[in-house]
């Protein structure tokens, strides 16, 4: 990524307070913040969810069994 230096940076916040105007911009930078916190909030979500999951397909097969076991225990017997 570029480096920026204190010009770069001051001629990017005048252009965007002329294109938007300066009553606009804080709403503007409030809307990406929330969206980042969602996004932050969402990914998170989805990193626990691979977590979860069993490592290996023994496991995986192993937890299949156990719920087996289970139904077959709450079917009812005729």
Same mark, same amino acid.
């Given at each position: +990524?570029?480096?920026? #230096? =204190?010009?770069?940076?001051?001629?990017? %916040?005048? $252009?965007? $307070?002329?294109?938007? #105007?300066?009553?606009?911009? *804080?709403? +503007? %930078?409030?809307?990406? #913040?929330?969206?980042?916190? $969602?996004?932050?909030?969402?990914?998170?979500?989805?990193?626990?969810?691979?977590?979860?999951?069993?490592?290996?397909?023994?496991?995986?097969?192993?937890?299949?069994?156990? /719920?087996? =076991?289970?139904?077959?225990?709450?079917? *009812? /017997?005729?």
């Amino acid at each position: +990524m570029a480096d920026l #230096g =204190a010009g770069e940076i001051l001629i990017i %916040a005048l $252009v965007l $307070v002329i294109l938007f #105007g300066s009553k606009k911009l *804080p709403d +503007m %930078a409030r809307s990406i #913040g929330r969206s980042l916190r $969602v996004f932050k909030a969402e990914t998170g979500k989805l990193r626990e969810d691979d977590d979860a999951q069993p490592a290996s397909l023994e496991e995986q097969a192993r937890l299949l069994e156990e /719920q087996a =076991a289970r139904l077959r225990a709450q079917a *009812p /017997q005729s």
